[in-house]
């Protein structure tokens, strides 16, 4: 992720210092000036949330995982509705400070509304979150309409030669034009275009209470990833189960087939069992994604959490390197558990395999943890956010020495 801040980071002094090389009309105040700039602001740090929705592979390598990207897209998105806030709050000081019939007065006739649409819809999203994933996304579509009309506003109004060869104004010509091409590629294009892969069910099986695997062959080539990896799924417009749906994929990398594990948690998923037949084709994105164990240290814990197995078994379906030595923990609620006859037919000599059912013998602790590793460690965690959090809650009072704590954000800046 420290890539992905760093770029930002110059991409907000490039803002800063085209703006301190160029010059404003006429006598404008600098109070004026200033409450442009944090305008700039906004519409840069909006720009950068619309390019993280591109879902391009280049965000997997500055933010070491698309999952991270999306919340660097939240947290842009809240600072970008915060700089459009202290944006009209300066030019409201500037007015007061130069008196109410300057001409600039009239600057945040565009961007109130602006202002006030991205609220409401930042403020839907946050309710929509815990609601459906389909909802969220459905919400998010939305999220364009009040940055145009921030750019409307910025070229209708600007005192800094918008439509000029000042450094401010080529650059903010460059942020509007990578903003508008990402928003246009997300909303538009992406759904189109960004699923290259066509696959062939050729296999259906519950694993789990509400818990399918599906099994699929390549139409035409195949995807290439690594294990861990996640991909974006759908269905073609004649079986409209959902648009697309990120998923880990569920087996090691192979040229033949592919597997995702699918638990029915939204209205779409629950519903998917009963409209997918043998033969139906589905679409699949490039991957995404950097969980990946084998860039951590030698002695490891893996924690999963019901369907939260899956990119660990894409991990143990191929060889664990000799020189590893890692201790499973795998948590579930009776017959949510997925694939447990596998997993104890599991025989890794340098995997441990420890099975704990919630439903019999309570929440994993970091006491149990504590019993079996002794070694400093590299924590890989896939599983429900209560229990992540309750685990680092514990970590800092125990005894177990963890030189890192890895984990997924699949709630995608939710």
Known sequence: MRKGLIVGAIICLVTVVSWFLSGSEGDTPFGYRVAQLIGALALTGFAGALVISTRHRLLDRLFSGLDKAYVVHKWL??????????????????????????????????????????????????????????????????????????????????????????????????????????????????????????????????????????????????????????????????????????????????????????????DHTRRLPHLLKLDDTFAVSRPHGAFDYTTGAKNQVWIAGGVGLTPFRSFYSQPIPDDFSIDFFYTYVGDSGVYLDELRALDVPNLRLHLIDSATQGFLTVRQIEDCVHAPVDIYFCGPKPLRESLRRQLPTSRLRVLGFHFEHFGFGR
Do not use: C, N
Request: proline letters at 7%.
């Open 77 to 266: 998105g809240i600072g970008s509705v915060a700089l459009a806030g202290a944006h009209i709050a300066a030019l409201g000081l500037a007015e007061g400070e130069q008196g109410s019939e300057r001409s600039w007065a009239r600057l945040p006739e565009l961007g109130a509304p602006a202002l006030v649409s991205f609220i409401a819809l930042a403020l839907t999203a946050l309710v929509a979150r815990r609601l459906r994933y389909e909802t969220w996304k459905s919400i998010h579509r939305f999220m364009p309409l009040p940055y145009l009309i921030g750019l409307i506003h910025y070229y209708g109004t600007s005192s800094f030669h918008p439509l000029g060869l000042t450094p401010f104004s080529l650059w903010m010509d460059l942020v509007a034009l990578v903003g508008i091409s990402s928003a246009v590629s997300s909303v538009l294009l992406y759904e189109r275009l960004g699923f290259p892969f066509r696959y062939r069910v050729t296999g259906l099986r519950a694993v789990a209470a509400h818990t399918v695997e599906i099994t699929g062959q390549p139409v035409g080539r195949a995807l290439r990833y690594r294990a861990g990896q996640f991909a974006f799924l759908k269905f073609p417009p004649r079986r409209p189960v959902f648009p697309s749906h990120p998923f880990t994929l569920s087996a090691a990398p192979s040229a033949d087939a592919i597997q995702f594990t699918i638990k029915g948690s939204g």
